[in-house]
């Protein structure tokens, strides 16, 4: 379903970090979108993370293709040596602002429990024409580290109007940058475009428009997401 002959774009995020950007990434990918629909009573609210939405988790079997792409093509521009583990999902954004926790409502990174020889990475695939529904913003800390690390714990622990009143956020989609970060690049959303990222990098979906936002594969803002945890290459940092 790949396309076997991908143009690699990097775009720069900051430091070492880039945002590698593959246009025409599935040869059908109309193929996922009609999956969706047939699967749309199966999507499910995750209790385990902070996805603002629905998912399906995808099979070993499809998971095992985007990795195979990922390593012929993404892990050694990320850094990485090996695929340790990983797992993909189909997902849509859904979520009202009104209804947003706490650490739905500021930048995040991505699984945090890996060892110091291991690094972790992601992928967004866009599975909508629709490209004000959103593509993918990366931001830096512009606080000490232990005022970032207090906020975000804070941020998966208080109720959602004793964390704004603690921090003076709104409860809606991270659109720019806030007291606590700054926005440096945005990647947009196109058809059929796929993304891979370092997942420790905070970042957040670039929801400008939530009012667009419904539960309908066909129309709605469905992705691909994948997460890898890899064995980081001798001599990366």
Known sequence: MFNS????????????????????????????????????????????????????????????????????????LLGARRTLR???????????????????????????DFAANQCIAASVLYLFKE??????????????????DRMVHDSGTLDADAFAERYALPRDYMRDSNAFFGRVVTVPARWNRLIFYDGSIFHSGDI????????????GRLTLNGFFTCSRSTGAR
Do not use: W
């Open 86 to 112: 990983m797992y993909s999902r189909l997902a849509m954004v859904t979520t009202p602002p009104g209804e947003l926790q706490p650490r739905q409502s500021i930048c995040h990174r991505d699984r945090l």
């Open 5 to 76: 002959r991908p143009r690699v774009e990097l775009v720069p995020i900051f430091g070492r970090h880039a945002c590698v950007v593959i246009d025409d990434a599935l040869l059908e990918p109309e193929r996922l979108v009609a999956l969706a629909q047939e699967r749309r009573a199966d999507f499910a609210q995750a209790p385990f993370n902070a996805y603002p939405g629905l998912e399906l988790r995808m099979t070993e079997g499809f998971s095992a293709q985007l990795d195979d792409f990922f390593r012929l093509h993404v892990r050694a």
């Open 131 to 148: 490209a004000t529904l959103g593509g993918t913003s990366f931001f830096v800390p512009t606080r000490p580290k232990p005022e970032i």
């Open 208 to 219: 400008t428009h939530p009012e667009m936002l419904t539960a309908e594969p066909g129309s």
